[in-house]
Nanobody
Framework: QVHLVESGGGLVQAGGSLRLSCAVS????????MGWFRQAPGQEYKFVARIMWSTGATAYADSAKDRFTISRDYTKSTVYLQINSLRPEDTAVYFC???????????????WGQGTQVTVSS
């Protein structure tokens, strides 16, 4: 079992930045790959970025390559998502998730956090 707790969301003006955190716990938690997804109102989950605990290797959705950075602190068991130059269209609930396989697909992820709300005002 892997337990994930997101934090760091909030209300921010367009052009601002946020760093989201995902605290990870549980046996063998670091054998999973970690991903960030977001869900805007009325929309499906969308993949943002993922990272391997072991190597720090990362992958991003094409739409996220310029303004999003995923990272992890192995000793703190925390995964981060830095978002810069925030836009109103970034408004969504952001979720971290854990997967056994290296994949951008939601179906590959076995464990999910409760999400953190990001609201960007224009």
């Amino acid at each position: 079992q892997v337990h994930l707790v997101e934090s760091g969301g909030g209300l921010v003006q367009a052009g601002g930045s946020l760093r989201l955190s995902c605290a990870v716990s549980g046996r063998s938690a670091k054998t999973y790959d970690m991903g960030w997804f977001r869900q805007a109102p009325g929309q499906e989950y969308k993949f943002v970025a993922r990272i391997m605990w072991s190597t720090g290797a990362t992958a991003y959705a094409d739409s996220a390559k310029d303004r999003f950075t995923i990272s992890r602190d192995y000793t703190k068991s925390t995964v981060y998502l830095q978002i810069n130059s925030l836009r109103p269209e970034d408004t969504a609930v952001y979720f971290c998730a854990a997967a056994r396989e290296w994949s951008p697909n939601t179906a590959a992820y076995d464990f999910w956090g409760q999400g953190t709300q990001v609201t960007v005002s224009s």
